[in-house]
């Protein structure tokens, strides 16, 4: 006889043993029950009357899902200008489908041709030269499965009183994908790269003439100069034909659409690393050059908005965490407002600067709960609470928040984004408090 953990809490208010569902068998009661006649209830459904739709030469989603969508917002003066949030809460796994990848655009799209295109070499090389896509296309690749995340990403943080969008309208502007491409060293060793160069400066094909420094190091570590985007070439809006990935990177500088990389002793001091994606710390002195992104969680259900409609019960909480580090080494989860801690089972595959996807059985007993989660990374970096993270930063700041998240479940299962346990106040519906600029 197979024998079961039984249902004992290994954390306040309900977190049960994170192997519970691993053993499989686990009842959780929301199947209908067949009542009466089964043959009835195993009647055939309408769909097998007549021949399905015919093949498709590109696949869709299920009409059904249409709702399972990118929430945009674009600049109030400038359209082109923008963001549009991946649906985080509304997907499963590690993987961001290509259609749902957030967007960051300064100045819209640009249409290239990958015929026409050419990426530039130059600067402290010893022979400038120029690559066609088709150039690229012949060297050894590599595949990296690796988060892409906005300085920006859940800035509402900052705000004073805490946002009640949608998790992935709040937190979405970070996705994971798996990207192929030509290592950036490869074609760096092809045209001889001088000693004395310490930075590469990259430039971008679209209208606002995107352009920003990175270290030589990082380059020569692990940038890719990506082609392929989740096995298919890159979508347009995620630099097709050719963009700069750098794996745990701030987002700015996986510079899209990527049409010249020049050596160089120092950065170019460009207004995206000065004026822009700088942080303003209570000292009134401003950081630059945060490159890295550091580790973060998100509880993605149940999250905002949502409801446990089951009533009280054995519930499955599930998210994501990611580091620019490295791995995640352990996501903890809090169902009593951060006052104990259980360790959430980690899925399969655990990769560097990749989502891992996280998940541990709760027994919701029908009473208000807090529920939280926080990520510690291979480095040992445990993820802030708000108050640390703002005690440290200050409120003027506008990037890189990675605070722990806390969602409030009320005794009607509805989930509400709050700043801590006791604090109700109303929040803001915006998933942002200033303007893309
Ligand atoms: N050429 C160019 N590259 C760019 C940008 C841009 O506007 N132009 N935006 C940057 C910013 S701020 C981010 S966060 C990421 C967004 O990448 P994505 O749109 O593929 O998600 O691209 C970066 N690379
Ligand atoms: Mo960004």
């Not at 004395?196 to 003439?209: H, Q």
Request: glycine share 10%.
């Amino acid at each position: 006889m197979k024998k079961f953990l039984p249902l004992t809490p290994v954390a306040g208010n309900g977190l049960l043993d994170r192997r519970l569902f691993l053993q499989g068998g686990v009842a959780l009661g929301t199947a209908q029950l067949v009542a009466g006649n089964v043959q009835a209830a195993a009647a055939r459904p309408e769909s097998m009357s007549l021949p399905g739709e015919p093949f498709t030469p590109y696949g869709q989603p299920a009409q059904f899902e249409e709702d399972v969508v990118r929430y945009p917002a674009p600049n109030r003066v400038l359209r082109n200008n923008g963001a549009s949030w991946t649906p985080l809460h509304r997907l499963e796994g590690m993987i961001t489908p290509n259609g749902l990848h957030y967007e960051r655009h300064h100045n819209g799209v640009p249409q290239i041709d990958p015929a026409e295109h050419r990426l530039l070499v130059h600067g402290l090389v010893r022979q400038p030269a120029f690559f066609s896509i088709d150039n690229l296309l012949r060297y050894p690749m590599r595949s990296q499965i690796c988060f892409v995340e906005c300085g920006g990403n859940s800035n509402a943080g900052w705000n004073k009183t805490p946002s009640r969008a949608e998790a992935g309208y709040f937190h979405g502007l970070v996705s994971c994908s798996e990207w192929t491409g030509v290592p950036l060293s490869t074609v760096l060793a092809e045209v001889g790269i001088e000693e004395t160069a310490k930075w590469l400066i990259a430039d971008g094909a679209d209208a606002f003439a995107m352009n920003i420094s990175v270290p030589i190091e990082k380059v020569m570590d692990d940038a890719i100069l990506a082609l392929y985007q989740n096995g298919e070439r890159l979508r347009p809006e995620n630099g097709y034909p050719l963009r700069l990935i750098l794996p745990g990177w701030e987002g700015v500088l996986n510079v899209k659409w990527l049409r010249a990389l020049k050596a160089a002793e120092k950065p170019i001091m460009a207004r995206n690393e000065t004026a822009r994606y700088t942080e303003l710390l209570p000292s009134g002195k401003a950081r630059m050059f945060t490159f890295t992104m550091e580790a973060k969680s998100l509880i993605t259900s149940p999250s905002g908005g949502m409801v446990l409609k089951q009533g009280p019960g054995l519930y499955q909480v599930t998210g994501l965490a990611w580091s620019g580090r490295g791995r995640i080494k352990q996501v903890d989860v809090s169902a009593d407002g951060g006052e104990s801690w259980a360790p959430a089972e980690l899925q399969d595959p655990v990769l560097p600067k990749a989502f891992t996807r996280f998940r541990i059985p709760w027994q919701w007993d029908g009473s208000p709960a807090t529920l939280k989660s926080r990520a510690v990374d291979e480095t040992g970096y445990v993820q802030p609470e708000r108050e640390q993270l703002v005690a440290a930063q200050g409120r003027q700041g506008f990037y890189h928040y990675n605070a722990i998240v806390t969602w409030s479940v009320d005794e009607y299962g509805d989930v509400t984004h709050v700043y801590d346990a006791e604090q109700k106040q109303s929040g803001t519906d915006v998933s942002i408090d200033a303007d893309w600029d």
